[in-house]
């Protein structure tokens, strides 16, 4: 079997045990979004959803967001960690979309890679969630996952298993598939424990665990 037919099943039967592939940061419009995933680096999307609701409910736009000042932004941001950093980027962020896009959120993937704090895995997520363009959204479960069940071989870095993913992973699929490789690596295939192979959709395919087995 090679890994267009290994990524063929993995779409398949994580469709069934997830038949919904949703983000797990809540946000109503696509410049939330885009401080929301900003605020996620090293924070989980539960309390990244916490927090932001005193932000919006203080800054309910992108020009309120971008009159802030950083110090204000980061006072309130700070239980996601990396307060300093995180305000300074989403300040300069909103900035941008006011001065550059009339406050709107541009759907081209350069042109989100160019606003301050948006790396490959941001703007891949703004494209698929908000524009429903094709996206791989290489975060640490898809990264880990893929690598166990032999999607790729032993690639670390996140924009070479994004391309390799591309040459395997129909584009209409990308977006759900990497949702669902979250869900599952929450629930199954865990980072800070064993992976639970015996209740794993996957394991008769997954290179993890016939290794380990």
Same mark, same amino acid.
């Given at each position: 079997m090679d890994k267009k /037919?290994?990524?063929a099943i993995c779409i398949a039967r994580l469709? %069934? /045990?997830y038949p919904l592939a949703d983000c797990t940061l809540d946000y109503d419009h696509a410049w939330q979004l885009l +401080? /929301? *995933?900003?605020?996620?680096? %090293?924070?989980?999307d539960a309390r990244v959803n916490v927090v932001v609701q005193d932000l919006f409910?203080?800054?309910?736009? +992108?020009? @309120? =967001?971008? @009159?802030?000042e950083p110090e204000e932004i980061e006072a309130i941001v700070r239980p996601c960690g990396l307060g300093r950093s995180k305000a300074r980027d989403i300040s300069a962020c909103m900035r941008m979309l006011r001065d550059k896009y009339d406050c709107r959120v541009p759907d081209d993937?350069?042109?989100l890679l160019e606003l301050p704090g948006v790396g490959r895995?941001?703007?891949?997520? !703004? !494209?698929g969630d908000v524009f429903g363009k094709p996206a791989? *959204?290489?975060?640490?479960?898809?990264i880990r996952l893929c690598n166990r069940?032999? =999607? +790729?071989d032993d690639i670390k870095e996140p924009k070479k298993v994004e391309m390799a993913l591309w040459k395997i992973i129909p584009p209409e699929e990308g977006s759900d598939f990497c949702h669902r490789l979250v869900y599952h690596g929450r629930e199954v295939c865990t980072a800070r424990t064993h992976p639970f192979c015996d209740r794993c959709c996957l394991r008769d395919v997954c290179k993890f665990a016939r290794e380990n087995q």
């Amino acid at each position: 079997m090679d890994k267009k /037919e290994l990524a063929a099943i993995c779409i398949a039967r994580l469709k %069934q /045990e997830y038949p919904l592939a949703d983000c797990t940061l809540d946000y109503d419009h696509a410049w939330q979004l885009l +401080v /929301e *995933v900003r605020l996620a680096a %090293q924070c989980t999307d539960a309390r990244v959803n916490v927090v932001v609701q005193d932000l919006f409910a203080k800054y309910p736009s +992108v020009a @309120a =967001l971008a @009159a802030a000042e950083p110090e204000e932004i980061e006072a309130i941001v700070r239980p996601c960690g990396l307060g300093r950093s995180k305000a300074r980027d989403i300040s300069a962020c909103m900035r941008m979309l006011r001065d550059k896009y009339d406050c709107r959120v541009p759907d081209d993937f350069d042109a989100l890679l160019e606003l301050p704090g948006v790396g490959r895995k941001s703007a891949n997520l !703004m !494209m698929g969630d908000v524009f429903g363009k094709p996206a791989i *959204v290489t975060d640490t479960h898809c990264i880990r996952l893929c690598n166990r069940i032999g =999607l +790729v071989d032993d690639i670390k870095e996140p924009k070479k298993v994004e391309m390799a993913l591309w040459k395997i992973i129909p584009p209409e699929e990308g977006s759900d598939f990497c949702h669902r490789l979250v869900y599952h690596g929450r629930e199954v295939c865990t980072a800070r424990t064993h992976p639970f192979c015996d209740r794993c959709c996957l394991r008769d395919v997954c290179k993890f665990a016939r290794e380990n087995q």
